[in-house]
T-cell receptor
Framework: KAGVTQTPRYLIKTRGQQVTLSCSPI?????VSWYQQTPGQGLQFLFE???????NKGNFPGRFSGRQFSNSRSEMNVSTLELGDSALYLC????????????FGPGTRLLVL | AQRVTQPEKLLSVFKGAPVELKCNYS??????LFWYVQYSRQRLQLLLR??SRESIKGFTADLNKGETSFHLKKPFAQEEDSAMYYC???????????FGKGTRLSVIA
């Protein structure tokens, strides 16, 4: 079974731009979670989707948004990028909701200049 | 608010020495507990979860409800154990996993 894939793997943007990151979960997994990973803060939860519905949202500004499609693929969008948004963005999928083991993708490394 | 604390950012041990990675949480209930590991240039992956009571790669973790801790232990560290370790807790149903900030384990030959 193919693992979680994320595209693109690397991205360089400038302040004020917007960016869309994509995540394809493991086949059959219906839950997708997004995390922001930085050296100082570790893993911070962004949001979780299950069956195209956002089930949980972390403590991030409204510039961060996401969605999930009927095939369970998910995208997250960050508008009006700030320097502090530079991070590794991780996507994780699980079979069902909440209590299942999460399987992580390789991440998208975003650099905002 | 529920919190997960990993007090050590970096832990260095010699090969063959015992390892204990600390994880403390603040919650009065019974959380579900996980340890995730990220080896160099690899993706984050589950190492073990409390509910399965498994020993993975020689690591074990015991829940101490009195001390609200879930420390990860291994009797004899190996060089290949060098990695970033994250403790994660699921406090309440229908809420997301909460991760600690991680501990980098360095095993010195």
């Amino acid at each position: 079974k193919a693992g979680v894939t994320q595209t693109p793997r690397y991205l360089i943007k400038t302040r004020g731009q917007q960016v869309t990151l994509s995540c394809s979960p493991i086949s059959g997994h219906r839950s997708v979670s997004w995390y922001q990973q930085t050296p100082g803060q570790g893993l911070q939860f962004l949001f979780e989707y299950f069956s195209e519905t956002q089930r949980n949202k972390g403590n991030f500004p409204g510039r961060f948004s996401g969605r999930q499609f009927s095939n369970s693929r998910s995208e997250m969008n960050v508008s009006t990028l700030e320097l502090g948004d530079s991070a590794l963005y991780l996507c994780a999928s699980s079979l069902a909701y909440n209590k299942e083991t999460q399987y992580f993708g390789p991440g998208t490394r975003l650099l905002v200049l | 608010a529920q919190r997960v604390t990993q007090p050590e950012k970096l832990l260095s041990v010699f090969k063959g020495a015992p390892v204990e990675l600390k994880c403390n949480y603040s919650y009065s209930g019974s959380p579900e507990l996980f340890w995730y590991v990220q080896y160099s240039r690899q993706r984050l992956q589950l190492l073990l979860r409390h509910i399965s009571r498994e020993s993975i790669k020689g690591f074990t973790a015991d829940l101490n409800k009195g001390e609200t801790s879930f420390h990860l232990k291994k009797p004899f560290a190996q060089e290949e154990d060098s990695a970033m370790y994250y403790c994660a807790l699921l406090f309440i149903e229908n809420t997301p996993l909460v991760f600690g900030k991680g501990t980098r384990l360095s095993v010195i030959a």
